[in-house]
Structure formats: C-alpha cells, structure tokens
C-alpha cells in the first residue's frame, strides 16, 4: 500500500486545518501530516525540559515502575476477593455464583474503562486521566471496606474496575511514549510482570485475612491504602508524557513569552465536531479491532490465554482446598509459581530476547526492524501455554504430590509472558501513536474473557473432573498455537493493506530471512 492509504490514519488521528497544508509534508513520529515550511508550527520539543527524550535513565526507569506498579495495584485488586467470598457467603448468605460475581463485576469494568481512558488519554494527555481514574478508584476501594449489603459490594466492584482499567489500557502507552524502540521492548517487560504478580498475590494475602478471623473488611482497607499510596505518587512524580500535548503545551509557552499568537502545534488545528470527537474516543478502538485481521486475531488469542487465567481462581480451590484438603491461606500459595514464572520470562526475555533484537536494529538500520521480529517469543511460548495445562489437569490428583499441578502454574505464566509480550510488543510496533487505542480494544475483549471464565470454571471442573476440564482448555490452546506462527510469515502483507498500520514494511523479506 502507498503512503496514501495511509493517510487514513493522519486524517483519522487528527485533522489538520487547511491553513496548514502545503505541497511539503512530513510524517512526523506522532503519524500526523503538517507544512514542513510553517515556521510557527512546534512539532520538535528539542531541548525542553518536558520532552522524554532529555530526561535521565533513571527517571525513565522510575516512570516504568510506576507503570507497572499501577497495573499491579489494579490486577490485585481484581483476584482478591478469591480469598474471602467464603465469609460474604457466610455473612449475607449468598450461593457461590454470587459471590463469584464480584470478581467477575471488576473484571468486566475493565470492559468499559479502557472504550474511555485509552483514547481520552490520547486526546488529553496521560496524567490527567491517570489522575481522576485513581482518585475515583479509590474511593470505591473505601466503599467496598464500608459497604452494608451485597447490592452495594457488586455496584461498587464493577464501578471500581471500571477506573482500574485505566493502567491496563495506557500504562504501555505511557512506556511508548518515553522509551526509543531500541529500549521499549526491556521496558515493556516490567510491565508484562504485573498483570500475573497482581492476580497471584490477592489470593495469598486474602486467603490469610480470612483464616486469621480478621473481618474481610480488612482486605479493603488494604486495597484503599495501596490505590491512595498510588495516587499520591502519581500526583507528585508522573508527568505528563504524551508527545501532542507536550507540543501543544510548548506553543502556548511559546506564544506567552514572544507575544505572538501564530505559534502553534498540530494539536490545535484539529477541526472537529463534538460528534466527531465522541466518535474518535468511543470508536476508535472498535475501527481497529474490526477492521483489522491483526487485531482481532491476536486479541482473541490473549482474551483466551487471560480467561484462562481467571479461571485459575476457581480451578485452584477445587485441586488445592478439596482435593489436598489445604485452607485458603495455603491454597493462596499456590498461586505463587505464577508470579515467579512471570519473573522468570522477563528475564530471560531481558538476557536473551532483547539482545538479539538490538544487534537486529543494528544490522538493518537506517531502516526499523519490522514488527514480526517480535514474535519469536510467541512461537516458543504457544506451545509451552497448552502443554501446561495438560501438566495441571493429569497431575491434580489427590494422591500426586501438590507440587506437581502447582509448578505447572510456573510454566502456564511462563508461556503466557512470553506471548503477552511478543504480541504486545508486535501491536504497539505495529500502531505506534494509535498504540493507547489498540491495547484499548485488546483489553475490552480480553477483559470480558475473563469475567466470563470464572463463572463457568466450578460448574465445568465438577462436572468433566479436573483432568478432561483442563485438558479440554488446553487443546483449545493447541488450537490456537499457529497464531504467532501465521503472523511471522504473513504479518508483512496484512500491515501492507491496512489502513491503521504505521510500521515500514520494506525490510521485512531480509529481516525474515535472518530470523529463519
């Protein structure tokens, strides 16, 4: 496709004034189409103390670890009710579906907020919206802790999870906009971590809340304290990172010390109508999950790969509290092979993987490494993903050491890092400044898989056993195994035709010759 198709995306993204259309345009790297002879336009931050690319190292690093930290306080919340719904259901007297619901309510809000917060935070900046989306998700942690009845505890889950979306859809965001290529993929990787130290953390420390006598209030009052910790950093020490709104900010600095009003940024120049704006921040992510195969392919594979995750929650306690006979403290133990097989795949991501993708970015410059490179990971990881749950389902009986289904635990995240970061990375390579909305998409659909999987994981691990439940998930996951392997032999000519996609494809017949 020519740079004309495109285009789209330029018109798409923002809509240039007329006024400011020449016969010399430039793509610039936040994929918008300007005069290259307008003097007055600010389209380069240069040296400005607000521009990412002046700040140190270390400032760098801190702002991925809060990224990621975000995340962690998010996914913690969502998986820690697990610990305690035996005492709502002892207290209000619920049936199980019920008390179910509250994990599955937050995970369906991340349904919702990422529709919002990805594309306003492309609109609007970062900081801001990180800011309001934590405050409010605070206080609905503080509700939960105060709540009187069982209407209250999932009106409050849900309108919870809606606003802890809001790191899950733009904390990669907030990585791309501060990391060059060459570093984006290590600092991506902490991120990754998160999403499966969250979930395999809230079961442990609930389950021990719950088995000390304390009142399950107590796991809230924990929640409200960690999310306001988390808005008090972001307040003080996240600064706005988003490249438009820095420019635009730079204009306005411009314009108040020279006195002269033609100074301006691409941002500015947008016309649009109210309407047009409803439709870019709600549409936007449904334009590029359905209107590009890349999209949705990928994000049916990891809305599967979450769902089975959260379905964990329920298969644990069948394998672990009834079939060894373990209290939810100890059965929250068993989740912690999750989080160190995350661990594991980030780093041996960072000590092999990352290298190799440098001495490639080497090696083909001027030109990038095309998006594809990143999947190699996906094509180890796949397979790993469903012999683990062949491992978990054939070792859960009562009479094999527990050892054995908790370690399959290790490799199920290990493969699951490994895929979330190949396919990630392929998807922010991929969509470049449209990054915050395409995640945005993958986390609704990915986000509803797993409010879903809970609600069926009891009623199908009693009824097929935990041997044929587990086998059955796992060769669904076998299924879907040629994924990463169909997008590294084809993945060049479905960025050619489409419409969204920013990624070069001219050095992708060389690039694929060396990785073969």
Not at 9 to 31: C, F, I, M, N, Y
Not at 154 to 164: K, M, N, P, S, Y
Not at 194 to 199: C, E, I, K, L, S
Not at 230 to 259: D, H, N, S, W
């Amino acid at each position: 496709m020519a740079s004309t198709d495109r285009s789209s995306l330029a018109s798409e993204a923002v809509t240039v004034h007329p006024s400011t259309e020449g016969p010399k345009t430039q793509k610039v790297r936040d994929e918008k189409y300007v005069d290259s002879d307008d003097s007055f336009l600010i389209s380069d931050l240069g040296d400005d103390p607000s521009n990412p690319a002046n700040w140190s190292t270390w400032r760098k690093w801190y702002i991925t670890m809060m990224g990621g930290l975000l995340v962690l306080n998010a996914t913690f919340a969502s998986s820690a009710p697990s610990g305690i719904i035996q005492a709502w259901i002892e207290e209000y007297h619920l049936s199980r579906e019920v008390a179910i619901l509250t994990i599955s309510l937050f995970v369906l809000g991340y349904c919702v907020g990422p529709l919002l917060w990805g594309p306003l935070s492309e609109e609007y900046g970062r900081r801001p919206i990180f800011i309001i989306c934590f405050f409010v998700y605070t206080v609905f942690q503080l509700a939960m802790a105060l709540a009187k009845n069982p209407a209250s505890l999932l009106v409050f889950r849900f309108i919870g999870g809606v606003f802890a979306a809001c790191p899950l859809a733009n904390s990669g965001a907030l990585i791309s906009d501060i990391w060059d290529v060459k570093t984006r993929g290590k600092a991506l990787a902490i991120f990754t971590v998160a999403p499966f130290a969250g979930p395999a953390l809230g079961p442990s420390i609930a389950g021990f809340i719950f088995v000390s006598g304390t009142s399950w209030r107590w796991l809230f009052w924990v929640l409200t304290m960690f999310a306001g910790a988390c808005l008090v950093l972001i307040v003080f020490t996240v600064p706005e990172t988003y490249k438009p709104i820095l420019l635009q900010r730079l204009a306005a600095k411009k314009r108040k010390e020279t006195g002269d009003d033609r100074y301006y940024a691409a941002i500015e120049r947008i016309s649009k109508t109210y309407r047009q704006q409803i439709e870019n921040i709600l549409a936007r992510p449904f334009k590029l999950l359905f209107l590009e195969p890349m999209m949705w392919l990928i994000t049916i594979y990891t809305s599967f790969i979450y769902g089975c995750l959260y379905l964990l929650f329920e298969a644990y306690p069948i394998v672990f509290t009834e079939g060894h006979g373990f209290n939810a403290g100890i059965s929250g133990l068993m989740f912690i092979p999750v989080m160190v097989g995350g661990v594991c795949a980030v780093t041996t991501y960072v000590l092999t993987f990352h290298p190799r993708y440098e001495r490639e970015m080497e090696r083909l410059a001027p030109n990038p490494v095309p998006p594809e490179f990143r999947l190699e990971m996906g094509r180890i990881a796949a397979p790993l993903f469903a012999i683990s749950f062949f491992w978990f389902g054939w070792t859960s009986y009562p009479s094999v050491s527990f050892w054995a289904p908790m370690m399959a635990g290790g490799l199920m995240a290990f493969g699951i890092s490994w895929i979330f970061l190949s396919l990630f990375n392929y998807l922010i390579d991929t969509y470049l400044a449209m990054a915050a909305s395409a995640l945005s998409a993958n986390t609704v659909v990915r986000s509803l898989f797993g409010a879903i999987f809970p609600l069926f994981a009891t009623q199908m691990y009693e009824a097929m056993g935990a041997r044929w439940a587990s086998s059955l998930l796992g060769f669904i996951a076998l299924a879907m195994t040629p994924i990463p392997f169909a997008f590294m032999k084809y993945g060049a000519r479905l960025r050619a035709k489409s419409k969204f996609s920013m990624a070069d494809v001219t050095p992708q017949k060389e690039s694929e010759n060396s990785a073969a």
